[in-house]
């Protein structure tokens, strides 16, 4: 029998995951030789401090973490390239024996600079036969191991530049002409957010950190944040003001520190008759009074945040406001070594990736549910957990793509030598009196963020739904009569799957139209449960439901199908099914779809099934004109949510100065929807104004097109299985059957 495409194709896969995971490898290790390229022998032998760490030390810490736990356990024909290191690089790992103690580690003249890069080869090498013979074996591991390298590749610099700070001659690790000093920014502005309860920590397939998940619920009273970091100028203002002299702005162990250190201002500051100076990566500078202040201490972060009438932000609020930034910022490979001062004139939250680190208010701790993994290597965070603050963001000696918005970096208060710096946070108790609706906070939230969005959820008022019923019946919209069609084919063999006397529980029921289909193929449904979060919709489906289905119990629930909790005493122990037709799934981000489905299992229970609907992938002609039709009427649904902004919200939105676009995102594999300014503008809405450029857009829908395959991943994520397909010719659409 000839080979199938998908098995020839396997090994080939396979290599191409080895070669890329040994390519990937070999960047980051190489990356951690150029950065010391330039410095002699004596400047990585050399330890300024208990906090800090020799180069030399650095780089061979790094090796030691590949070999120990990786080639060693792993690699048969590995051998060791010298036992003794095992006692000279092992960090803090308890369970793998004694070490070097870490205030010592400049007394190791010996191995020789040049020894301990012999052992990187050698590491190295065994590294790359490791990852050629199997890869997928130690993904994991590796992932673990770069992302510590990269964490030392960071703290080579800030111990670097502490080391050069000690120097008479003051020299510079990457000698600079002159650094930008960048135009005033204006003030800072705060950006409102109306809180509730969200998710924060890690989810998806990507790599991340165990202290970062498990993802959990946080519920936030409304916050404002200021759109960009503190900078120089305003540190000057604080220390004129006589900052580090008054102990009525500090905590009472600042205070302490403040007074036994002899701290007058931040770290690596020089009062000099021309002004204030600062050691930098580019030597000794003059301050840039318009980038971010840096190397500052928890206890001086939060002494100026009083000072200001401010706070600073929690670990969750900041993550909450970070979730949908880009990644990108002034990060390791940008060249300037320092924070750079942000761009005057942009909206919405500024530099919340890349320049410095952020201080929060929040202890590191453990989040609900963490458990450190077993063994040696699960001592990398959890066993820090106490004494110690939260910082967010990254800063820029942080190696691109290495931190992420839930990312958790963690110093004790008064420590200074990092690229830490602040973001002002304040209490933003929004009274219902003063519009303080979930709508007006949301279209608060949402036009004040750098890309401007409203949720996809306001559509629907009255005249939105009227709309949408047009939008069903147009030529173009393919979605809803494919689905339909799909479903009176296919229901009697998804009604096989609905055991006699199960729970059918529907989620975002609406009317509750496509479920009569299903239920005509499945009399032996024992009680229906449709969840809404609107009571008038649901009363009236479900008495529709119960009046023409009479032998069936209908149980609804109001609640949020997204984070419904628990399901009605009428459920019972009945087998459990869930239903969620319409494509609605593709509203969500993928990592909201993974959440999603975490919720809708837990709700639904071990050994429960879940029909969804998927639009999946097709032509970008097709897509576009589903979502943009000849006649208007997707325009007109677009442009209602800046008039049912003006009904209910007192909002001045010229409507004929907006015009609707649909756009295909093939590498997001979404369709878009946004509105177009058509002219420079100020709106008014929501008690607060707005700004619009020619040109910039408000993004009020995405709807994410699958492949069932990456469906099924993302679904294995949150704990289900692909158990059963069902397909439309085209323009495809699918059900699947996913088993708990």
């Keep these: 029998m000839a080979p199938s495409d998908e098995t020839a194709a396997a090994p080939a896969l396979h290599r191409a995951a080895q070669a890329e995971a040994a390519a990937r490898y070999l960047r980051v290790r190489e990356a951690s030789l150029a950065m010391t390229a330039h410095l002699s022998a004596e400047d990585q032998l050399a330890q300024s401090m208990p906090d800090a760490s020799p180069t030399k030390w650095h780089l061979a810490h790094t090796t030691w973490f590949f070999e120990t736990f990786l080639l060693i356990p792993r690699l048969a024909d590995y051998r060791p390239f010298n036992r003794s290191f095992a006692y000279l690089f092992n960090s803090y790992y308890e369970a793998l024996g004694p070490r070097q103690p870490r205030p010592e580690r400049g007394l190791l003249t010996r191995p020789s600079l040049d020894e301990v890069k012999a052992y990187r080869a050698h590491v190295d090498d065994g590294m790359i036969r490791l990852l050629r013979r199997d890869a997928c074996a130690v993904a994991d591991l590796l992932d673990l191991g770069l992302a510590h390298e990269e964490q030392h590749q960071e703290l080579i610099l800030m111990d670097i530049l502490h080391l050069f700070s000690q120097s008479p001659l003051k020299p510079a690790y990457a000698p600079a002409p002159a650094l930008p000093v960048g135009a005033d920014p204006g003030p800072a502005r705060p950006v409102d957010f109306a809180g509730g309860l969200v998710e924060i920590g890690h989810s998806g397939a990507d790599f991340a950190f165990d202290n970062e998940g498990p993802r959990h619920k946080v519920y936030l009273q409304p916050y404002r944040m200021a759109d960009r970091l503190v900078t120089n100028s305003e540190w000057l203002a604080f220390m004129a003001d006589g900052g580090y002299a008054r102990p009525e702005l500090w905590l009472s162990e600042g205070w302490a ?28 500078r003059a301050i840039a009074p318009h980038a971010p202040v840096t190397h500052i201490s928890f206890y001086e972060a939060d002494a100026y945040a009083t000072w200001a009438g401010a706070r600073l932000p929690t670990e969750a609020e900041w993550e909450h ?30 530099q919340m990736f890349g320049d410095t680190w952020e201080w929060t208010r929040s202890a590191y701790g453990p989040y609900p549910g963490f458990h450190p993994a077993d063994g040696a290597v699960g001592e990398y965070n959890g066993k820090f957990m106490i004494g110690q603050m939260v910082l967010r963001g990254g800063c820029c000696v942080t190696p691109q793509g290495h931190t992420r918005a839930s990312y958790r970096n963690f110093f004790q208060p008064q420590q200074r030598w990092m690229f830490s710096g602040l973001r002002l946070a304040w209490d933003a108790m929004v009274r219902v009196e003063d519009d303080g609706s979930a709508f007006a906070a949301d279209v608060r939230r949402g036009l004040s963020q750098r890309r401007k969005e409203l949720p996809a959820k306001y559509f629907y008022d009255a005249e939105g739904s009227a709309l949408f019923e047009a939008i069903t019946d147009l030529p173009e919209y393919y979605p809803t009569r494919t689905e ?42 024992g009680v229906y449960v449709p969840i809404d979060i609107s009571r008038s919709a649901l009363d009236a489906a479900a008495e529709a439901i119960g009046r023409d289905y009479p032998g069936l119990e209908v149980a609804p629930l109001v609640d949020d199908f997204t984070t419904a909790l628990d399901l009605p005493g009428e459920v019972g122990d009945r087998p459990r099914v869930g239903f969620f037709p319409g494509s609605t799934i593709g509203n969500f981000r993928p990592q909201e779809v993974v959440a999603f489905l975490t919720a809708a299992r837990h709700l639904l229970g071990e050994g429960a099934g879940f029909l969804v609907g998927i639009d999946l992938v097709k032509d970008a002609g097709t897509l576009v004109a589903a979502y943009d039709d000849a006649q208007g009427v997707t325009a007109a649904f677009n442009l209602n949510l800046l008039a049912r902004i003006n009904r209910e919200l007192e909002g001045d939105f010229d409507l004929s100065a907006f015009e609707h676009r649909a756009v295909w995102n093939a590498e997001e594999s979404r369709m878009e929807m946004h509105l177009v300014s058509l002219r420079d503008q100020g709106v008014r809405a929501a008690g607060a104004t707005f700004r619009f450029k020619s040109g910039e857009t408000i993004h009020t829908e995405n709807s994410y097109k699958f492949t069932v395959d990456g469906f099924a991943k993302l679904a294995e994520q949150a704990g289900w299985k692909l158990e059963r397909r069902w397909e439309s010719p085209a323009p495809s659409f699918a059900v699947v059957l996913l088993r708990a």
């Design 484 to 525: 339909v069609a799909l479903l009176r084919a296919t229901a009697p063999d998804m009604a096989s799957h609905i055991p006699a006397g199960a729970a059918l529980v529907e989620f975002g029921s609406g009317a509750s139209t496509k479920t009569r289909i299903l239920l005509d193929a499945a009399p032996r449904t």
């Design 257 to 284: 520190t403040v007074q036994a250190e002899g701290w007058n201002a931040p770290l690596y500051w020089q009062e000099a008759p021309s002004g204030w100076r600062a050691m930098t990566l580019q030597g000794l």
């Design 321 to 350: 406001a970070a979730r949908d930034i880009p990644m990108r910022g002034n990060f390791l490979g940008s060249g300037q070594f320092g924070p750079a001062a942000t761009p005057a004139g942009a909206s919405g939250l500024r």
